[in-house]
T-cell receptor, first 114, second 110 residues
Framework: EAQVTQNPRYLITVTGKKLTVTCSQNMNHEYMSWYRQDPGLGLRQIYY???????DKGDVPEGYKVSRKEKRNFPLILESPSPNQTSLYFCATWKSGDYNSPLHFGNGTRLTVT | QKEVEQDPGPLSVPEGAIVSLNCTYSNSAFQYFMWYRQYSRKGPELLMYTYSSGNKEDGRFTAQVDKSSKYISLFIRDSQPSDSATYLCAINTGGFKTIFGAGTRLFVKA
């Protein structure tokens, strides 16, 4: 079964404590992306990766880091989380170049920073 | 101005009603239009996809694009309680970027 797996599903942390949200996919897609979803603002792209070792900033990259050392994994790193990063985060993959192909999303990680 | 505008609702309708969900967009060059459905505690899933102008029908769902007005719509006929979800319009800008509307929360009451 095609899957995008995020962990953890829920995370509560304190300001400044480094954390990593993992994302793994089994569809062999080149493209992976991180979004955050906030009420009234919809899904906003944080970072994306077009392939291994190729990453680029999305619309709201400040305070986040990513890495793409393997095709299947695309972790999101918050080195010093702040309360304004409290949000619902989604990892997504896409079959590059096929505009009929949808984005495949994970089930989300709800992060609370106190 | 946001690239994609969508009324967040919520929208509450009785079972069996026809539902109309809408978005406007700013860039006339956009050509790939999508609707995603998101259930509570789940990620969005593609519901409908259209290219350029016109209508596309899939069962009880119809997606409509009016490029002259820069307006996209999703119609749901004979709405069911199981249709209760958040509906997000989305536009693939032709590259690696997909932009989303804010999402409209729909409640269908039995």
């Amino acid at each position: 079964e095609a899957q995008v797996t995020q962990n953890p599903r829920y995370l509560i942390t304190v300001t400044g404590k480094k954390l990593t949200v993992t994302c793994s996919q089994n569809m062999n897609h080149e493209y992976m992306s991180w979004y955050r979803q906030d009420p009234g603002l919809g899904l906003r792209q944080i970072y994306y990766s077009m392939n291994v070792e190729v990453t680029d900033k999305g619309d709201v990259p400040e305070g986040y880091k990513v890495s793409r050392k393997e095709k299947r994994n695309f972790p999101l790193i918050l080195e010093s989380p702040s309360p304004n990063q409290t949000s619902l985060y989604f990892c997504a993959t896409w079959k590059s170049g096929d505009y009929n192909s949808p984005l495949h999303f994970g089930n989300g990680t709800r992060l609370t920073v106190t | 101005q946001k690239e994609v505008e969508q009324d967040p609702g919520p929208l509450s309708v009785p079972e069996g009603a026809i539902v109309s969900l809408n978005c406007t967009y700013s860039n006339s060059a956009f050509q790939y239009f999508m609707w995603y459905r998101q259930y509570s505690r789940k990620g969005p899933e593609l519901l409908m996809y259209t290219y350029s102008s016109g209508n596309k029908e899939d069962g009880r769902f119809t997606a409509q694009v009016d490029k002259s007005s820069k307006y996209i719509s999703l119609f749901i006929r004979d709405s069911q309680p199981s249709d209760s979800a958040t509906y997000l319009c989305a536009i693939n800008t032709g590259g690696f970027k997909t932009i989303f509307g804010a999402g409209t929360r729909l409640f269908v009451k039995a």
